[in-house]
């Protein structure tokens, strides 16, 4: 079972492909795994075990049959609580959805699943994703498979753990400021977030429509290639969904990166960033340049105002975005109540935590009479002139190469006395959604505590497989780590 769970997605898939493992047999790890470290973990809002078990029998017998031929045929894996999952509960880790059962599934959810995908559960995450260590979930926190006294990141942080911590081969999560990324990042695995519109947003339930994302969290870059291909498509029930022509990101998967022009940004390396994240990320960078690739720094401008362009835009699309959750169609509702608005006010009160209420008053003031055009429309014209600056970037270099967080995986319980220090937190993953442009993450070393360390890189608009053949490249300088021994 062990050797079976250190499998890839990818490595699995072919085992099933070739008969040397059931798809039953691989479910059965996974769960078997779940049962051992999930009490300890705490990745999963919901385990469907019984469902899984029919899932794998049905798709071994369509395997068999000839009739599902692709590379991730089989695998099981997860998906974050807030993609609806049609008769499976989706929650959003919120107690306004605690008994929401949707009728539909997730455009790219629903990808998967014609791929062969085995889903074993739903995801924790922060509560309607707003949160960086899955720690407002009113399901309790989730914990990082390396140190459980330290938060797994977030918003996707149940999705990360439960890969890392070998519950699942893969996860689906969703980008709206770095939710993949950053938590990725801390967990030591390895997370994509596509360009704006490439994968349907349909049934994910949206935080800040114009940021959110759907990518995948994953072992390794191959990994994230692979499904990555499976859930990108055109889906006219969303309207920001792209046509791409191109999506044979697996081409992408070359260890070469010569005449590559790799730029990092000064902005980067700046106060805030601990030693040991920076010197991790200038050696990976290093590493690049000794393959062949061209480093140099630079400036990226108007960094510093990503963060309050970004939580004004976001609160603000929250506020408006989660208006729908009154207690009347669907969802929570108070039990004792006088009239409409009281039931409103009480169903509201009782259903949300304290970091979705503060999101939604602060988006709440910002589109208010008197404040709409000294804020939220001020920060629409950052997020304008943060694009224009990558725009510059990239007429110069193919990627931008920085770290994905400024420190490793804080304690449980740090971040939440100090919002404001979260929220500074995603000082190097907001200003990629803000120009909605794709980045991955993966692990380019520990620090002396024994906390993974993530490298960002970051493309052009439509540009995934310059990131993904670059941390392809710097990824073969590297043997994979695992929480459970020293080396996999």
């Known amino acids: 079972m062990r050797e079976m769970r250190q499998l890839t997605a990818v490595q699995l ?120 260590t899955t720690e407002t979930s009113a399901w309790g926190a989730t914990r990082n498979p390396w140190n459980l006294e330290h938060v797994p990141g977030g918003s996707s942080g149940g999705s990360c753990a439960a890969v890392a911590a070998e519950e699942c081969f893969y996860a689906l999560g969703s980008d709206t400021g770095g939710s993949i990324r950053q938590p990725s990042a801390f967990c030591g695995v390895t997370g994509l977030k596509p360009t704006y519109g490439t994968v349907s947003r349909y049934g994910l339930i949206a935080y800040g429509s114009s940021l959110d994302q759907i990518g995948p969290v994953a072992k390794d870059v191959t990994d994230c290639a692979a499904i990555l291909e499976e859930i990108t498509s055109y889906d006219k029930k969303d309207s920001t969904s792209l046509k791409r022509k191109d999506r044979d990101f697996m081409s992408a998967l070359k260890d070469d990166v010569k005449g590559m022009r790799i730029g990092i940004p000064k902005d980067y390396l700046g106060d805030g960033l601990e030693e040991e994240v920076k010197t991790a990320v200038l050696a990976a960078a290093k590493t690049l340049e000794e393959k062949g690739a061209e480093v140099e720094m630079f400036d990226l401008a108007l960094v510093e105002y990503a963060i309050p362009a970004y939580y004004v835009i976001a609160c603000a699309e929250a ?43 602060l988006g709440s003031f910002v589109l208010s009479s008197g404040y709409y055009d000294a804020y939220y429309l001020k920060a629409l ?3 304008a002139l943060i694009k224009q600056e990558f725009d510059k970037a990239f007429a110069r270099y193919d990627v931008i190469l920085g770290p994905a967080a400024p420190t490793t995986a804080p304690k449980i319980g740090s971040s939440l006395k100090e919002p404001l220090k979260m929220y500074l937190g995603d000082i190097y993953t907001v200003a990629v959604n803000l120009a909605g442009l794709p980045g991955i993450t993966l692990p380019c070393g520990l620090d002396s505590k024994g906390l993974p360390i993530g490298l960002q890189l970051i493309g052009d608009c439509f540009q995934e497989k310059k990131i993904i053949q670059t941390a392809y490249a710097f990824e073969q300088t590297r043997e994979r780590r695992s929480p459970y021994e020293e080396r996999v």
């Open 13 to 132: 898939g072919k085992k099933i492909k070739e008969r040397e493992i059931s798809v039953s047999e691989a479910v059965q790890a996974a769960l078997l795994q779940i049962e051992n470290v999930e009490k300890h973990v705490g990745s999963y809002v919901s385990i469907e075990e019984e469902a899984a078990l029919e899932q794998a029998r049905k798709i071994q017998q369509r395997i068999d049959k000839g009739e599902l031929t692709g590379i991730l045929a089989g695998v099981p894996m997860a998906v974050k609580d807030n993609m609806c999952t049609a008769g499976i509960r989706t929650t959003c880790s919120s107690k306004i959805l605690e008994n929401f059962i949707p009728t539909y599934t997730a455009e790219a959810v629903r990808n998967l699943e014609n791929a062969g995908a085995v889903i074993l559960g739903k995801t924790n995450m922060d509560e309607f994703a707003m949160g960086s």
């Open 319 to 361: 506020s408006s975005n989660l208006a729908r959750f009154d207690g009347v169609k669907y969802g929570y509702r108070a039990g004792e109540y006088e009239g409409l608005h009281d039931m409103y006010k009480k169903s509201r009160s009782q259903g949300f935590g304290p970091e979705v209420k503060r999101r939604i008053m």
């Open 381 to 383: 014209r950052t997020k």
